[in-house]
């Protein structure tokens, strides 16, 4: 079971307000997607993912194959079982991971095969792999196995690659035998308008329940980002979900979304989070600096989080200072929430026919980019 309905397409802009329903529940979109890439989202508890608003997290195939291994995961029922979050879950298929984390990876025809990170031993995987992978984990979304190309690449391997990840798109659907989970193709391309009209045309008239816009967010510019992802949103069909994989700033959310993008995926919030950088809604705060030694203020007085409900800037400072792992932990909440409440509150500005000024409201007061 599997079904997207479009509820509200803005009258100013590409915006769109949506529903995903699937066999672990429903998922109002756009959606914020927190990364729990072991299977646990790093220092948050389900418990307190649900009072943050998360309505679906990410696994990787690629870390949950090397640890625990997908039989274990199959063994617990599945992902969602298994770390008892028991609500819907989506898995990247693992080739972003080989080509960014992996030592050595020689890619052909057939797949990948690589080095583990780990231990530095041998590794194979191709889309027929990573898609019985991806159904012994068995998230209620899996990901086509892709190739992402670094940036700045030629244009010709750019070319070549994306005509690959086709091939291996095809693959990827033909691999595929169980029905209760879907399966989402994904956009390649770089930053050639051209090649990213191609990818387009060809991944969208595959039968996927989704797609992706993957190889953005790689190091080109900003504005490229945003062009790019304008620019393949109208070779996108309108019924099914789009997803931009790995972006990114709040800044990058609203400009998303405006573009017509459903789904979003990023690190950054836990992984600043961890590095004592919080998101408000009045910009970014460093809170080991000085200046909150003495301060009783929340980070963010229109948070409605846990932390901001409880907790001082000056005790946050202090547990970060003293190396506390309750630092992390109520740090790793507040942005998740300001990133899940952000989604939210675009939701609703789109449902009610605001989200241009909404958008230009945040920017207004923050811009979130850089540091
Ligand atoms: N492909 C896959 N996962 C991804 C990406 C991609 O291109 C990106 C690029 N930003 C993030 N995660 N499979
Ligand atoms: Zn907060």
New binding site residues.
Partial sequence: MFEFTLEKTSEKSKARAGRIVTPHGEIETPIFMPVGTVGSVKGVAPRELDEIGAQIILGNTYHLHLRPGEDTVAHFGGLAKFNSWNKPTLT??G??QVFSLAKLNKIGEEGVEFRSHLDGSKLFLSPEKSIEIQQKIGADIM?AF?E?VPYPSEKIYVEKSLELTTRWAERCLKAKTRDDQALFG?I?GGVFPDLRRRSAEQICALPFEGFAI?????GEDIPTMYEIADFITDHMPADKPRYL???GTPEDLLNGIERGIDMFDCVMPTRNARNALLFTNSGKLHIKAARYRLSDEPVDAECGCYTCRNFSRGYLRHLYKTGELLALKLNSIHNLHFYLSLVKRARNAINNGFFEDFKKEILDKITFGGD
């Fill in positions: 990247d298929s080739g972003f990901m892709d992402c994904i390649q993957g190889g953005l967010s790689v994989m790995g972006v």
